[in-house]
């Protein structure tokens, strides 16, 4: 019998196809890593949406799935329906979490779908050019922000704790950064461990950097992104309940 080689064997052996520096492989890494740890390869099906994170559509040997763009997080509740037993994970950018898959997103907590949707943050649309996203800062030069975001277009959204305001009370809403991989990788283990042991839904969105888009070398790109944790909040999301409601 041939040996079965590790989950994280590809993601840790072959080069990935995304830009130099770029977060979404520290966040893959990890994800293999657990995959291995927690034994669930072989009874996982990852979901990847349409952006940078179509990349990863070889990182892993499992089963995995690529949908339309903004579709991952319903394609995968379908799926999960179909196949109850199956841990699923949804893997997506700001841009199909925040502004085309918002709704499917805001549905699927409102249901406590047992799935758990992972969102990389990198606060622009990052494959087509380094357009303006949902998340961007105010200030924030970008291709269709040349000279800054404007104070009238809002300020980034928060979507850990916009879902929050509807997800379920066993649900798992959360922020990490990829400045710390261990402590990103434990967030992903509780996102899916919610999943496993609680039947319920989870959301972890994860602070990444993108140095081609956002035009810096190593040291700006993590000074941006303390930037963006200090908007950014890190750490578990709980639900605020409303003075009425908790009466």
């Not at 590790?6 to 830009?19: E, G």
């Not at 622009?124 to 040349?146: F, H, I, K, R, W």
């Not at 035009?215 to 700006?220: E, P, R, S």
């Amino acid at each position: 019998m041939d040996k079965i080689m590790p989950t994280s064997w590809r993601a840790s052996s072959k080069p990935h196809l995304f830009c130099p520096g770029c977060g979404h492989a520290i966040v893959l890494k990890q994800l293999g890593f657990l995959f291995d740890e927690m034994n669930i390869s072989r009874n996982t099906t990852f979901g990847i949406d349409i952006g940078c994170s179509l990349l990863a559509w070889d990182f892993f040997d499992i089963d995995t799935v690529q949908t339309h763009h903004g579709r991952t997080t319903p394609t995968m509740v379908g799926f999960k329906t179909a196949k109850p037993t199956r841990t699923v994970l949804a893997y997506m950018g700001d841009g199909a979490a925040y502004a085309i898959g918002l709704q499917s997103i805001i549905h699927a907590a409102y249901r406590n779908d047992p799935v758990t949707v992972i969102t990389v943050n990198n606060e622009n649309y990052a494959m087509t050019g380094g357009q303006m996203s949902p998340e961007t800062l105010v200030g924030t030069l970008t291709t269709t922000t040349p000279s800054g975001k404007p104070d009238n277009l809002g300020p980034g959204l928060r979507g850990p704790e916009l879902i929050s305001q509807v997800a379920s009370s066993n649900a798992y809403i959360a922020r990490a950064s990829i400045s710390n991989p261990i402590q990103m990788k434990l967030a992903l283990k509780k996102a899916i461990e919610n999943q496993m042991k609680n039947n319920a839904f989870s959301f972890l969105e994860i602070l990444s950097i993108c140095p081609t888009n956002w035009k810096t070398n190593a040291k700006d790109s993590f000074a941006k992104l303390n930037e963006l944790e200090k908007y950014y909040s890190l750490g578990q999301i709980e639900r605020k309940t409303d003075e009425k409601e908790s009466k």
